[in-house]
């Protein structure tokens, strides 16, 4: 990761009030695919899906325009 938990934790408690219980997706850092080899190199592209879950809690699924 970039950044540090903590840094994240402490930026974000700037603009908003986390909770017990508040997931943070931190995702991927640009750049990181370009160090694949060349067919592991799969980019989103409109109409996937991507879909987080927590076990007990459910799941959201986001579909890319």
């Known amino acids: ?9 402490s930026y974000l ?7 017990a219980g508040d997931v943070i997706s931190t995702g991927t850092p640009e750049g990181v695919i370009l160090g694949k080899p060349g067919a592991d190199k ?5 109409g996937d899906e991507v879909m987080t879950e927590v ?3 459910g799941q959201l ?3 890319l325009c």
Request: aromatic fraction near 14%; charge should be negative.
């Open 1 to 9: 990761m970039i950044f540090s938990v903590a840094y994240l934790i």
């Open 13 to 19: 408690s700037q603009y908003m009030t986390l909770e």
């Open 42 to 46: 799969v980019w989103l592209k409109a």
């Open 55 to 57: 076990e007990g809690l």
């Open 61 to 63: 699924t986001n579909v």
